[in-house]
Nanobody, 128 residues
Framework: QVRLVESGGGLVQAGASLRLSCAASERTLGTYAMGWFRQAPGKAREFVAGISWTGSSRISADSVKGRFTISTDNAKNTVYLQMDSLKPEDTAVYSC?????????????????????WGQGTQVTVSS
C-alpha cells in the first residue's frame, strides 16, 4: 500500500501563499487518483482538490477555485497544493489521500469514502 507524508503547513497572514507537499512512497501517475482534503476544528472533513489517476482531470472545490492549484511532480512521486490568497477560513488540517486506480472510472473522486489511503495531515493556520 502507498504511504503518504504531507509537509509545508504553517502559520501565515491572510493574503499569503503556501505550498503543501504530499510525498508518496511509490509512483502515483497511472496508479492512484490523488486528493487534498481539509478539516477545520469542529467541522467535517471537506474535499479541496484532486487529480485523476490518468492525470487528465483536475478538480477543486468552489471555495478554493482560482486560489488553490493541485499539481504533481512524477519524478519525485509528489503531489502539491499551491495555496494563494489565503483567508482565515482556510485554517485547517490538510491531508492528502490516494485511491487505487479503477480502470472503468477515469474521473477524479471527491468524496472521502472513495479514497483508500491517507496521510497524517499538516496544519495550516491563517491569521487575519
Amino acid at each position: 500500500q502507498v504511504r503518504l507524508v504531507e509537509s509545508g503547513g504553517g502559520l501565515v497572514q491572510a493574503g499569503a501563499s503556501l505550498r503543501l507537499s504530499c510525498a508518496a512512497s511509490e509512483r502515483t501517475l497511472g496508479t492512484y487518483a490523488m486528493g487534498w482534503f481539509r478539516q477545520a476544528p469542529g467541522k467535517a472533513r471537506e474535499f479541496v482538490a484532486g487529480i485523476s489517476w490518468t492525470g487528465s482531470s483536475r478538480i477543486s472545490a468552489d471555495s478554493v477555485k482560482g486560489r488553490f492549484t493541485i499539481s504533481t511532480d512524477n519524478a519525485k512521486n509528489t503531489v502539491y497544493l499551491q495555496m494563494d490568497s489565503l483567508k482565515p477560513e482556510d485554517t485547517a488540517v490538510y491531508s492528502c489521500a490516494a485511491r487505487f486506480r479503477r480502470d472503468y472510472d477515469v474521473t477524479t473522486p471527491r468524496w472521502e469514502y472513495e479514497y483508500d489511503y491517507w496521510g497524517q495531515g499538516t496544519q495550516v493556520t491563517v491569521s487575519s
